[in-house]
């Protein structure tokens, strides 16, 4: 790799002269500045980067925390983000936390030794007071995941209507023992859906009872054994929230090789409108996040917090969700649109 | 932020002695440093990290460039070559390359700049002429994609043979005119993969015609298309190789509303064993890849040149593949195991 010194010794001139160009001093004469830049051209160097980042401290990279890529409403997110932050020159580089606290602040740490010039934070794990000392190293917003007390803009899907809508939907489908199935560490988005859940089920008359919860489903495999659970032990439960594709996904799966019927026997709904609710069969019945605009809105607001430090401020940006009504829950024709 | 100034004022010693701290410099008792480690502990104060990193050139963070994180090969590459390297000590960051030649070398640049000590590449889509030069900067590995000429480690499936025992399969079900689905950039991968299934064609005495030739089929709407191409236009093909599992489930879904059955009209195989290709009714035949050997492989290989620079040598690692038989291509029962 080309040193100062090749530069210096191409260019015919002193070490002292290159390191000026490199660092944008004055005291260097157009015509030498030229014959520098040519010649650090000529041997394809680059600056040592370190030096310069500690004169300009920009990266022009974003980091975007998330819990995993192999979840597809994460994988289409970055998607989406990274097409937006190309458009600014920006680019994205992910981070997985695997909801592990340790993960999480490690990561945040490119913000603060200036690896990154921003953090997008999709999932959170830690407490805020542990994330907020990270703002002063640099703009962190939150997309997906939000927290009521955090003093960032926060870009979100209002995720306790859309999971009361899916219960009451399951409700006047004539379900009067709704399971609710979610998995994975608590989180704020977590409670909230569960808090829609819930209100709709008092509305409706109906008691939440212990067996009604199952906390431990996450993917498809998940989705089979509480199918089996289901069968098994509690056969009178007709209606599953799952709060995932994927469990829905491994219920139906299950449901299909067995004497159940889905919906007849066992309404599902699932959540994010992924791929595999359109294959099954039946097809799965699904809330629809708006991934492109909250996508586009989160890398516009970090944008503007690194182009205009303290412009922005910490709004909520709250998008709307789509009950998308398939052949899992249809158990009454008319109530399908 | 806490700065060397404020850190000094709690210590109670001087600012020269803290930066000798800091940089690891003698004539510091071991009292005074105590001190001031005391000092930059209490006040969350992080030594500027361009500047540690100007000394040390270490990041302890590795960069994967994959073509996106939505295809769940490369989703499950990630999560393995994670868990890999986080034994190490070492964080992982995702690139997305998206097949440009731009963003590949956009990408490669963090390892010029020291933003990362070494990268892995899944993809390839420059000359390899382009990406040798940063090796000056630090080791790449590649795994998944290869270049017979690349005087890098390589860990890797044998794509030739997979394809061609897929096409045998094909074949000894009794398909006469099978179709070759694939798409994307041309890569040395899925050259070999093409070298593979023709080759299988040509030992059975099947010519390989133009319509036979699909090379626009990437994701599941692909595979829909593919379907209805075939129905319309060919109907005489009576198989499809498509190299991924998505346009393999495109083509079922699209059949099972059709009055095409699969296998019997139509046998499809996929690739990668995707989670959907067990879902779909007819289960998928499809291709399994070593993912989790392959992606810990690929890590240790990367990290012993990070630990050893120059001991390792330039060696190609090729990992078995296994030809998973589903419904998909059952055409003739005493031929499925």
Not at 104 to 125: F, H, N, P, R
Not at 184 to 208: C, D, I, N, T, V
Not at 304 to 327: C, S
Request: hydrophobic residues 40%.
């Amino acid at each position: 790799m080309a040193t100062i010194e090749d530069v210096a010794k191409l260019a015919g001139l002193s070490r002292t002269t290159v390191s000026r160009v490199i660092n944008d001093q004055p005291y260097v004469t157009e015509e030498k500045r030229q014959r520098i830049v040519q010649a650090m051209k000529d041997l394809g160097y680059v600056p040592n980067s370190s030096a310069r980042r500690l004169r300009s401290q920009k990266t022009e990279t974003i980091a975007v925390l998330l819990p995993r890529v192999t979840n597809p409403f994460f994988g289409n997110l970055i998607e989406a983000m990274e097409q937006k932050a190309s458009e600014w020159g920006y680019q994205v580089i992910v981070c997985q936390t695997h909801h592990s606290r340790k993960k999480e602040i490690d990561y945040l740490q490119l913000l603060k030794t200036k690896q990154v010039d921003g953090v997008i934070m999709a999932s959170l794990v830690n407490d805020w007071k542990d994330v907020e000392p990270y703002l002063e190293s640099g703009p962190i917003v939150f997309c997906n995941e939000y927290m009521e007390d955090a003093s960032i803009p926060m870009i979100h899907m209002d995720h306790k209507t859309a999971a009361y809508e899916a219960a009451v939907h399951l409700l006047e489908q004539g379900c009067k023992h709704i399971a609710y199935a979610s998995g994975g560490p608590e989180s704020h988005l977590g409670a909230m859906r569960k808090q829609g859940f819930l209100e709709a089920l008092e509305e409706y008359g109906r008691p939440f009872l212990d067996e009604l919860n199952i906390d431990w489903a996450i993917d498809v495999s998940d989705g089979q054994k509480v199918f089996h659970l289901i069968r098994s032990d509690f056969p009178y439960i007709d209606g599953v929230f799952t709060g995932s594709d994927e469990v829905a996904a491994g219920l139906i799966y299950e449901a299909s090789s067995s004497d159940w019927k889905v919906p007849e026997d066992l309404a599902v709904v699932g959540f994010d409108n992924q791929m595999v609710s359109l294959l099954m069969v039946p097809s799965v019945t699904t809330i629809q996040q708006p991934v492109i605009q909250m996508a586009d809105k989160t890398v516009e607001v970090l944008i503007q917090q690194l182009l205009h430090p303290g412009a922005i401020a910490p709004k909520r940006y709250v998008y709307p969700h789509q009950l998308l009504l398939r052949n899992s829950t249809k158990r009454r024709e008319a109530a399908i649109q």
